[in-house]
Structures are given as structure tokens and as C-alpha cells.
């Protein structure tokens, strides 16, 4: 199985927070990890030069880099403008990474089930006390 790791995850896992940094060690171990190549994006943008220079080829080793084709561009926009004509907004990251996941039919790990209400997506959520 592979498993597509949402941003907030990896953020806690290089930042050494548990229970991200024990579930990938674990994870990486058994199964596949994958990311969106928009999630480099997001956690480049947090991370100095120097800490990219460090991290990113530690993400890489870690995980597969799932690029946005434009079949994922189309089911995000759908899903964005679905959500919107029901008064709810979405972020394009996250329908993003939402679309990768349900295209490769990944579940996606993620500690922010509110951004991804599409009822269609597997999600593993990784803190018992955020599982619903």
C-alpha cells in the first residue's frame, strides 16, 4: 500500500514531533510513502536554504514525488468549485493533494481532516485524539 503524506505531517516529522516522526519511521518501513509535488512547494517555503539543503534530499529519499498532472488540476478545480457553490472554501493546495490521492486511490495521511471534507478520500489520520 502506499500512503500519500499530507504537509502538516512531514512539517511535525522534520520537525521531530511525535506522533508524526514514530508513524513515518514506522510506515516507511512497511509501505510506500508518497507526496504531491506541490507539497515540496508548501515545505520549501518554511524552510531556509539552508535547511532545504539539509531536508529536501532526506524528503526525497522518504518519499515518492507524485507530480500534478492535468487530471489532478481538473478533479481539483471540480472539487473546488463543487465545495464553493455549497459556501464552502478550499485552498487549492489542499484540493491538490486531495485530487493525487483519490486519483492513485492513496489514502491520504493527514492531521487536517477539516480541509479535506470530500467524502469520497481515504484519510488515515495519524492522532487518535483528531480520528473521528
Known sequence: MT????TDVLVDFFKHKEPAKALIAKLSSTTTLALSSLTITELRSGWTSEQADFLLPRLYALCTVVPVTKAIAKHAG???W???SKGVSL???DTVIAAT???HDYPLLT????DYPM?????YKHTPE???
Do not use: F
Open 3 to 6: 500512503y500519500l503524506v499530507d
Open 78 to 80: 471540480k472539487w473546488r
Open 82 to 84: 463543487e465545495y464553493k
Open 91 to 93: 485552498g487549492t493546495p
Open 101 to 103: 490521492a483519490s486519483l
Open 111 to 114: 492531521n487536517n481532516a477539516k
Open 119 to 123: 467524502p469520497e478520500l481515504t484519510r
Open 130 to 132: 483528531k480520528a473521528a
